[in-house]
């Protein structure tokens, strides 16, 4: 790997002209729209609404072949311990990979027996009397199962309640417990490393409750997921799945961290999922760089970020069930590229990840995106749609064209939001406008100026035909390896994650003393809010 401001194409890329406008792009290429989509694994991704140009795509593609990205895809793709500072490898992707496949072969076989163990308690779940799962976990160990069981909700078990419960609040586990009855609740305790605050916490209050309801069969009603079976076994859990140190957290969701979504829509819809995403990685392996998804993806990220400064992605699901996938995302980018130095522990002196973040459309339109159309910053959107709806039921009468009206709302909202970033409005557009509602006092022009739009705003458009476990199983390892690509560009390491530790640390060391209120040695805030929160 050479690092990117090392490379010749980094240089280039500084220089190249960033006035790009959008409608003279347009106007330029009338095939912009085709020449800037690609479509893998039933994705299709519209790029062309972008501030970039081929020029653009040609140096970007250089910095990509100079910095050596394809070279430690491959690396990582083929088990290399490219996460340094672990001494570990990162091979979530071997967890998607067919019984048949190279991931298989990797470990043996390994992969596959632990994957068919946990179908099969899945299965077995599925069977049972159980009402209710409870699934305690956090960051990793939540937000994939939490993120899918949600936006797969269409194909989950009719009559199978699943909960998720993350944060140490007490309140988190508190408006979960009185909706349970012992007698058919499963409590999953998800913690790669067992020794997780929150999820320790949570575990230990589910357990107290369990056994005050009377229940005593802990064998049967509670189970983990982890790659420390000994830690889970002293915490009473005899059903252990286990997973390998080279399944990071945050992209553990393939794994039996999976374990919720399974029990949710069964191991076949869940070989689905992994067979999605496995589609999406063969693409990453084999596709030229021009009709790479990933690829592109992650350097127009590198552009947006280190030359035209950009500080924030925002992401707009256009459907319900996607409403958590910007958190999602935020722990798979924020977490693998918020990094300030390089893999030789090097300082950076360029910019890595940006701020991910964003609503369901269309409910971000009515709070934050006047700042996306109006602010003064320019925030690139990524919208997310999806042709074909799925209600988990067969709407009726009047019902089912009323749902389809909405459906065609949600769609024309979508695409309204992009053209008006891109378009905007002109000031003699404004001026020529009435609006009801202005004050009638105001210089038209002062008015116009308040309703003018810059435009030129730069948005992706990912189209899916239909929200299912394929589909899923694919769009999420499209940023997992979006996000590979722009970290591996920065030359950091992707796959650690150091800067949660301090926290967690000062944490340890606080708690005692709210107890006891010894406030020695500490900063003068931090002594006061001590004493405050006490009295
Ligand atoms: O605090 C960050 C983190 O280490 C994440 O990387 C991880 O997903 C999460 O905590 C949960 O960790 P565990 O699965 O070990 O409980």
Redo the contacts with the bound molecule.
Sequence with gaps: MTRCDRTPAWGQMLALPRALRLDSLFASDPARAQRYTLEAAGLRVDLSKNLWDDATRDVLLSLAAQSGVLERRDAMLSGAPINATEGRAVLHSALRAPHDGSGAALFGGEVQAALDAMLAFAEQVRADAFTDIVHI?????DLGPAMAVQALQPFVKSGLRLHFVSNVDGHDLAAVLPQLDAKTTLFIV????F??QE?LANAEAAKAWFAAQGGTDIARHFAATSSARDKAAAFGIRNTFGFWDWVG??YSIWSVIGLPLAIAVGSQAFREFLAGAHELDRHFATAVPEANLPLQLGLLDVWYRNALGFSSRSIAPYHQGLRRFPAYLQQLEM?SNGKCVDMDGEPLAYATSPVVWGEAGTNGQHAYFQMLHQGTDVVPVEFLAVRKPRYGFAPQGALAGLLKEQHRKLLANCLAQAQALMQGKRFDEALAEKPPTANPALAAEALARHRSFPGNRPSTLILLDELNPRTLGALIALYEQRVFVSGAIWGINSFD?WG?ELGKQLCNALLPRLESGDASGLDGSTAAALAWLRT
């Design positions: 976990g956090i960051g990793g160990s998800a913690s790669k490393t020794t997780t999820t957290g945050r977490e994650q949660v």
